[in-house]
């Protein structure tokens, strides 16, 4: 319901990949996943599996990325995405300040009234990756998964691997529009207060 499910298969390494989309028909949220099954008889050792890639529009050309330490959380840095690889690691087996696992991308005259912008966020409080990749032609995408240390991503025959889901909301009026996508979709699909109407 509200989402749809891609079915890959490749038969000659026996693996299969299921990505699936929803989309919250109250909020406008997307929610992506990738699961993959090793149906082969053999170890599969996946170095790096990510969440669905998402494209990003080539009018997009700026992302914030967070950073920050204690008492001083959530410094915003504007960057412009350069041609090439853009990598954001957090290794220290929980969410941290240093490398917070989303970013948003924008246009450079986007604000928070104003201009298109698309938010990114893994549900996910370990260690993770994300990737931004803008190619020489300037096609652009973003990735964000799990990051497994060395001999963690070993996929036995006949065991499945998940990843966490990503949120995506998306917004022509600005990032404060896109925030309000996000928080309805936490009021209304992630919190579950007994008595919502309570403080």
Request: aromatic share 6%.
């Amino acid at each position: 319901e509200n989402g749809v499910v891609f079915h890959c298969n490749d038969s000659s390494r026996g693996l299969r990949l299921d990505i699936s989309a929803t989309l919250c028909p109250h909020s406008g949220v997307a929610v992506l996943k990738s699961k993959l099954m090793n149906d082969a008889s053999s170890e599969c050792i996946v170095d790096w599996m990510s969440a669905p890639a998402v494209p990003v529009p080539q009018h997009l050309s700026q992302y914030l990325q967070f950073s920050g330490r204690w008492c001083a959380e959530f410094a915003i840095d504007r960057r412009t995405v350069p041609t090439g690889l853009v990598k954001v690691e957090n290794r220290r087996g929980r969410t941290s300040h240093e490398a917070f696992p989303g970013t948003i991308m924008l246009s450079p005259t986007t604000d928070e009234e104003s201009g298109p912008c698309f938010g990114v966020h893994l549900g996910w409080s370990g260690n993770h990756r994300m990737v931004l990749e803008r190619l020489t032609t300037g096609e652009c995408q973003l990735q964000m998964g799990v990051l497994h240390l060395s001999r963690e991503g070993r996929l036995q025959a006949g065991e499945s691997m998940e990843t966490p889901e990503i949120f995506i909301a998306q917004s022509d009026n600005g990032l404060n529009a896109m925030s309000q996508q996000f928080h309805s979709y936490i009021r209304h699909s992630i919190l579950k207060f007994p008595d919502p109407q309570k403080p």
